[in-house]
C-alpha cells in the first residue's frame, strides 16, 4: 500500500475546466470515497489517478514518485468500473488472470494469485464460466479479484455498485468493507450513494462543480457541514434548509422569521452571535434533530408519511412551502392530511449566510442539543 | 376468428406469400432449369426434367471448374480478410482516437460510398495499368480493401464497443495494438461476422470491374465464365443454369454457416 497525494491538480477539456486545483492528502492503508453530484468531476478525478486522462496542471503522488506522465499499468494501481469491464470472450479465470499475463508472470504465478483471489471472494465454483453466465453480484466480484491478482498499491473504485439491486448493494457494500479491513490497502472510491459514502470511507471528499466543498470523516461533515451544499448532501433525508430573515421577537431578543412557514419566529439561543436585523440566512434541521420538548414550534399540515417500520418519516408543510422532513420513531399514527406540531430545540439549528458559507457559533449546530 | 379479422389475415399472408415467391422464384428457376435442356427452358418448362447430369456433364467439360472456382475463391477470401483488416482498423480509428481533421475525413470517406462505380471504372484502369496489374487478381482486391462502406459499418459498431474494456485493458498494461487484437476483434466477432459475410458475397458476385480487367482465360472468375457461357452464339441455357447454381453454393454455404453471427451483428451495429 501507498500513499497518494494530489497537488494544484486540474484538468481542462479544451477551453472547460472540469476540476479546479484539487488538493489532497491520502495516508496509506486509508479508503478516501468522493461524492458530489452528477457533473461534479469526481470520475474525472478517479481517471486521472489512473492515468486514463492527462492532468492538465498540478502534480500525482504515489507512494512518494511523481506519477503524472506514468503509463497508468506502470502507477501500481487496480481499478474497477461500474460496468465491470470483463471481457466477454473469456472465463472467469481468463479475466482475472488476464492483467498478469501480460505483465508476463510465470502460468504457475498466474494460477496461485487467481486461485488466491477465487478464494476470497468465494469463487471458486465459477472460475471456468463466461461473464454472461454470471449474476451481476458475481460480475462485480470477479471485477474486484481481477484488481486484486495485481497487488496493488491503491485500489480506484468507479461507481462499482451502482448496476447492482439494493440487496445486492448492500451485500457486496460489506464485502468491500470487509476486504479493505483484510488487505488494508489505500483506497479511492467514487460514488454518489452517500450510504456507500458514509459506511465504508475513513473520509469522504465532496466534490461540486470541479471544486473541493469539504473533506473529513463521514461524521465530522455530517455533524459539521462547512458550507450549505454539503449540509444538503450528506444526510439521508438530506438537512431540512429555510430561508429565514434575522429579526427580533416582541421582547427585543434575537430570532429569526421564516417566511416558508408562514412568518414563524424562531428566539434564538442567548450565545447567539450577533447578527445585524434584516440578514437573509438560511437555517438548517436535520430530520432527526425534531423533539418532543424543543422551545420552537412549527405547526404543519402531513402531506406524506413513509413509515420504514423502526422510525417513520413524516413529510410536513405549512400552505405551499417546501415539505419538512421530520423523523420520528413513534410516528405510527400519523397520516396524510393530519396536523402535526413538530419542535426543536433552537441549539440545534444549523445557520448559513446567503452565500452558502456556514455561520460558526457554540451556539449553533449541535447535533446532540 | 371473427370474419373481418380472417378476412385480413388472408389478405396480409397471401401478398406476403406472392411477394416470397417472387423473391425465390428466380432460384427456384435456377434448380428447375439444372434438369432442364435448353429448349424446355426457353419454353418455359418449370417441371423438373432429366437433363441434369447431360448439363453437369457438359459444364464441367466447357468450364475449367477447378481453376475457376479457385481463382474466385482466392480473391473473395483474400479480397474479404484485408478488407476487412483494413476497415476495421480504419473504423475503430475513426471511432476511438480523436484528432483534427477526423470529421471531415471521414465525411470525404462516406462521400467515396456515393460515387457509382461507372465513374471510377476508367480512372482505376488506368492506374492498375501504370502499376502493371492488369490481368491480375490483385487488381481485383486492391481497390475494395479501403471500403468505405465497411469503414462505416465498423465505426458504428465500435459505438457499442464498451469504452471501459479499454479503460480496463489500459490499466492492465495493454498497448492500442494489443486492445484492438486481443480485447476489440474477440468481442465484435459478431460484427467481424456480418462484414465477412457482406464483403465475401460482394467480391464473389463481382462481375463489371473483373471483365475490364481481366483478359486471359486462366485469370478469370465463376461469374465471368458462365457470362461467357450465356452469350454464346447458340447458348446452352441448362449448363448456364448448372454454373449459377455451382457459383451460389459457396455464398449459401458461407451465409447459413455464420447466419447467428450475421443477424446479431446487424443488430448491433444499427444499435
Not at chain 1, 146 to 163: G, H, M, W, Y
Not at chain 1, 305 to 330: C, N, P, Q
Not at chain 2, 106 to 113: D, H, M, Q
Request: proline content about 5%; glycine content about 8%.
Amino acid at each position: 500500500m501507498s500513499d497518494l497525494k494530489l497537488v494544484d491538480v486540474s484538468k481542462s477539456f479544451g477551453a472547460v475546466e472540469i476540476l479546479k486545483k484539487i488538493n489532497l492528502d491520502v495516508k496509506a492503508g486509508e479508503f478516501i470515497v468522493f461524492v458530489g453530484p452528477s457533473g461534479c468531476g469526481k470520475s474525472t478525478l478517479l481517471r486521472l489517478i489512473a492515468g486514463l486522462e492527462e492532468i492538465t496542471a498540478g502534480e500525482l503522488v504515489i507512494g512518494g514518485k511523481r506519477m503524472n506522465d506514468i503509463d497508468p499499468s506502470h502507477r501500481g494501481l487496480a481499478m474497477v468500473f461500474q460496468s465491470y469491464a470483463l471481457n466477454p470472450h473469456m472465463t472467469v479465470a481468463e479475466n482475472m488472470g488476464f492483467a498478469l499475463k501480460f505483465a508476463g508472470l510465470p502460468s504457475a504465478e498466474i494460477r496461485a494469485r487467481v486461485l488466491s483471489a477465487a478464494h476470497i471472494l468465494d469463487l471458486e465454483p465459477l472460475l471456468q464460466r463466461r461473464p454472461k453466465a454470471l449474476s451481476g453480484g458475481q460480475r462485480q466480484r470477479v471485477a474486484i479479484g481481477r484488481a486484486i491478482v495485481r497487488q496493488p498499491k491503491v485500489f480506484l473504485f468507479d461507481e462499482p455498485l451502482s448496476n447492482l439491486d439494493a440487496g445486492l448493494r448492500v451485500h457486496m457494500r460489506i464485502e468491500i468493507a470487509k476486504l479493505h479491513r483484510q488487505l488494508g490497502v489505500t483506497t479511492v472510491y467514487v460514488t454518489h450513494d452517500q450510504v456507500e459514502a458514509m459506511t465504508l470511507a475513513d473520509r469522504i471528499v465532496v466534490l461540486r462543480a470541479g471544486e473541493v466543498e469539504q473533506i473529513g470523516s463521514p461524521l465530522d461533515l455530517y455533524d459539521n457541514p462547512a458550507n450549505l451544499f454539503v449540509a444538503g448532501f450528506i444526510g439521508s433525508p438530506k438537512m431540512n434548509l429555510l430561508p429565514a430573515i434575522v429579526t427580533r421577537t416582541a421582547d427585543g431578543r434575537p430570532a429569526l422569521r421564516i417566511p416558508d412557514i408562514g412568518d414563524a419566529l424562531v428566539a434564538l439561543p442567548d450565545r447567539a452571535p450577533r447578527l445585524e436585523d434584516g440578514r437573509a440566512v438560511y437555517i438548517g434541521i436535520r430530520p432527526e434533530q425534531f423533539c418532543v420538548d424543543g422551545s420552537a414550534e412549527f405547526d404543519l399540515a402531513i402531506d406524506i408519511v413513509e413509515h420504514l417500520g423502526g422510525t417513520t418519516f413524516v413529510y410536513a408543510r405549512k400552505g405551499s412551502s417546501a415539505a419538512i422532513v421530520v423523523e420520528t420513531r413513534d410516528g405510527r399514527a400519523h397520516k396524510s392530511g393530519d396536523a402535526i406540531a413538530v419542535r426543536f430545540d433552537p441549539a440545534s439549528l444549523y445557520l448559513f449566510d446567503a452565500d452558502g458559507g456556514r455561520i460558526r457559533s457554540a451556539a449553533f449546530g449541535q447535533p446532540n442539543a | 376468428m371473427p370474419l373481418p379479422r380472417l378476412l385480413n389475415r388472408i389478405g396480409v399472408y397471401g401478398f406476403l406469400g406472392a411477394m416470397a415467391l417472387l423473391s425465390v422464384f428466380p432460384f427456384i428457376w435456377m434448380i428447375v432449369g439444372t434438369t432442364n435442356s435448353t429448349g424446355d427452358i426457353i419454353l418455359g418448362h418449370l417441371g423438373l426434367g432429366h437433363a441434369f447430369l447431360d448439363n453437369t456433364q457438359k459444364f464441367f467439360t466447357q468450364a475449367n471448374a477447378p481453376l475457376i472456382f479457385w481463382n474466385s475463391a482466392k480473391i473473395s477470401l483474400l479480397g474479404t480478410a484485408l478488407t476487412l483488416a483494413v476497415s476495421s482498423v480504419a473504423g475503430y480509428g475513426f471511432e476511438i482516437f480523436r484528432s483534427p481533421g477526423r470529421d471531415w475525413l471521414y465525411a470525404g470517406l462516406l462521400l467515396t460510398i456515393m460515387i457509382p462505380f461507372a465513374v471510377l471504372m476508367i480512372p482505376l484502369f488506368m492506374i492498375m495499368g501504370r502499376l502493371g496489374l492488369i490481368n491480375t487478381h490483385i487488381a481485383i482486391i486492391l481497390p475494395t480493401v479501403a471500403s468505405g462502406f465497411v469503414i462505416f459499418y465498423f465505426r458504428q459498431a465500435t459505438k457499442a464497443f464498451p469504452s471501459e474494456l479499454r479503460d480496463a485493458a489500459r490499466v492492465d498494461g495493454l498497448k492500442e495494438w494489443q486492445i484492438f487484437l486481443y480485447i476489440y476483434i474477440p468481442t465484435m466477432r459478431s460484427t467481424y461476422a456480418a462484414a465477412f459475410v457482406i464483403v465475401f458475397m460482394a467480391t464473389w458476385n463481382n462481375y463489371l470491374w473483373p471483365l475490364i480487367v481481366l483478359q486471359t482465360n486462366e485469370m478469370k472468375t465463376i461469374t465471368l465464365v458462365i457470362s461467357s457461357l450465356a452469350s454464346a452464339y447458340y447458348p446452352d441455357y441448362g449448363v448456364v443454369m448448372v454454373g449459377a447454381l455451382v457459383a451460389t453454393l459457396p455464398t449459401l454455404i458461407v451465409f447459413f454457416a455464420m447466419q447467428r453471427q450475421f443477424v446479431q451483428g446487424m443488430l448491433g451495429a444499427i444499435k
